[in-house]
């Protein structure tokens, strides 16, 4: 749990509540968390706003011990579309008492952060992204044989069934890689553990937020770019420098959705609200003073 901060289970959709963590007072921030994590990666974040920001920490759909609804026939895979737990988002602050938010996301949660800053332009006040690009612009840098270092992306699009088998079959393995793989330093015992338990639970769940991103959330990027729809709030961007290893420019890819951008390239690794919280912080907080 983080320190100080009150938690609850707020209904956001039919037969969906999210597990979430409420602290501090002032302007309200939601932070929404990245794989193979919980909302306990912006533990250090969180405690840091909280002194003058009411800061919002839920665990997504299907994530940690927010419900995990399965991909009914009806819905298919809107169930885990980006817009769907976006609009997850939207019901959670207002359900919490607030019409209008910024909103920080990492990883998975900055692919649901910016689709609800597309789907919610009125209601998204600032946006950060952390360490990922948009679904469009993510499926389209991923060629040749540097797309090896996103073979998950693979295996979680394929039709339901095998990905998650084999997942389940090694599931610390696969999750512990990616915690292992992408820190620059390892992670306490405890919050790794804690990452591994919640990922073991939601396998299946997890693996259909990925194949959505691999069909409808890429459908609706297309549909957003041929409308020339784009962030219209202040956006910060923080980011590895994947363009020097895939080739291509990530800050040029940014401006074409953000006309309004800050975007920063980081000598952290990809968990970089653990390994550099007060650094992110400040970014949140110099980007609440922007626009």
């Keep these: ?70 991909e009914a026939a009806e819905a298919g895979p809107l169930t885990y579309a980006k817009r769907t737990m976006g609009a997850d988002v939207v019901a959670l602050a207002r359900a919490l008492g607030h019409d209008r938010f910024a909103l920080a996301g990492h990883d998975r949660g900055a692919l649901v952060a910016i689709r609800t800053a597309l789907d919610h332009p009125g209601v998204v006040s600032h ?36 990905p998650e088998r084999m997942i389940a079959a090694s ?13 620059k330093s390892p992670f306490p015992a ?13 396998v299946p769940s997890i693996v259909a937020d990925y194949r959505a991103s691999a069909g409808v959330d890429l459908d609706h990027d297309r549909a957003d770019r041929a409308a020339g729809n784009r962030l219209r709030m202040p956006v910060t961007v923080l980011q590895q420098n994947w363009g020097a290893a895939l080739g291509f420019d990530a800050a040029a890819l940014w401006r074409a959705w953000a006309p309004d951008l800050r975007h920063v390239t980081v000598d952290h690794g990809h968990f970089m609200a653990e390994e550099a919280p007060a650094e992110v912080a400040k970014e949140i907080r110099d980007l609440l003073n922007r626009g």
Excluded at 59 to 66: E, I, N, V
Excluded at 130 to 154: E, S
Excluded at 171 to 183: E, I, Q, R, S, Y
């Design 1 to 70: 749990m983080i320190p100080g901060f009150e938690y609850q289970r707020v209904p956001v959709a039919d037969g969906v509540s999210l597990h979430t963590a409420v602290g501090g007072t002032g302007r309200p921030v939601v932070l929404l968390h990245g794989f193979p994590q919980t909302h306990l990666m912006w533990r250090h974040v969180a405690a840091d706003l909280a002194a003058d920001h009411t800061v919002i920490c839920p665990d997504l759909r299907g994530y940690g011990a927010s419900d995990k609804p399965a």
């Design 190 to 202: 405890d919050i790794r553990a804690a990452y591994l338990d919640a990922c073991r639970e939601a």
């Design 171 to 183: 599931a610390d393995a696969f999750f512990g890689h990616f915690l292992d793989l992408w820190a």
């Design 127 to 162: 946006l950060v992204s952390l360490d990922v690009l948009p679904t469009l612009d993510m499926w389209d840098v991923m060629r040749g044989t540097g797309a090896a270092v996103g073979f998950h992306l693979y295996l979680m699009a394929q039709p339901p069934g095998l």
